[in-house]
């Protein structure tokens, strides 16, 4: 089945060591979205790539990177990781074609972030 | 900007009962789409129902129904004859008319069926 992958599940880092999180996806989406969740709160968009056009959202922290080598992988770099990055990261995809809005962002499982 | 309200931190229903998730909306965008989401403790979202601002009837998708009122910026989830596995964390969300259509989430609803 076509789907959007993260890796690794469970990812537990040490204060201030850079930490990358991997989504790849079979489904040859264009859009590719990165979400912080903290617990028992929404998601929090943190930056999507439009094809290989980069967003940022204003309140994203200059801590977190992303790169997008390809249609299928997006990764999510933290590059000095606090205690307050402490959450669950997901991956979303999305097919955009003209003004077709009614295509769900199709989510990964996660990838739960502890920071020692 | 577009905003979504979810005022039911939590809900319970008894097993094989129906149950509404309220939420309700602001844009400024003619156009927009609105989703529900499903979160389980295990942490993976998963899509359950859409609802498009033009379409004239409400959404159906199995034992999901959204009860779409235009006119209150309302879009409630219906859940019928729910079951124990039906527990989880219930997001609305929003899709406006942004370059890379991006969602606005609510803060979400905890649904605990009871036995």
């Known amino acids: 089945d076509a789907m959007v992958i993260q890796n690794p599940r469970y990812q537990v880092t040490q204060f201030g060591k850079p930490v990358t999180l991997s989504c790849s996806q079979t489904?040859?989406?264009?859009?590719m979205y990165w979400y912080q969740q903290k617990s028992s709160q929404a998601p929090k968009l943190l930056f999507h790539?439009?094809?290989?056009?980069?967003?940022n959202e204003a309140d994203t922290p200059d801590n977190f990177q992303s790169r997008r080598p390809n249609t299928s992988f997006c990764f999510l770099d933290i590059r000095s990781p606090g205690l307050g990055d402490a959450a669950m990261y997901l991956c979303?995809?999305?097919?955009?074609?003209?003004?077709?809005?009614?295509?769900?962002?199709?989510f990964g499982d996660g990838t739960r972030l502890s920071i020692l | 900007a577009q905003k979504i309200t979810q005022t039911q931190p939590g809900m319970f229903v008894q097993e094989k009962e129906a149950v509404t998730l309220d939420c309700t909306y602001d844009?400024?965008?003619?156009?927009?789409?609105l989703f529900w989401y499903k979160q389980p403790s295990s942490g993976e979202m998963i899509f359950l129902i859409y609802q498009g601002s033009y379409d004239q009837q409400n959404a159906t998708e199995g034992r999901y129904s959204l009860n779409f009122q235009k006119a209150r910026k309302s879009a409630n989830l219906v859940i019928s004859a729910s079951q124990l596995g039906d527990s989880a964390m219930y997001f609305c969300?929003?899709?406006?008319?942004?370059?890379?259509?991006?969602?606005?989430f609510g803060s979400g609803t905890q649904l605990t069926v009871l036995p």
């Open positions: 790539y439009y094809d290989k056009d980069f967003n």
């Open positions: 969300a929003m899709r406006g008319q942004g370059s890379a259509r991006q969602l606005t």
């Open positions: 844009t400024s965008d003619p156009s927009y789409g």
């Open positions: 489904l040859n989406h264009n859009v």
């Open positions: 979303a995809t999305s097919s955009h074609i003209g003004t077709d809005s009614n295509q769900p962002q199709h």
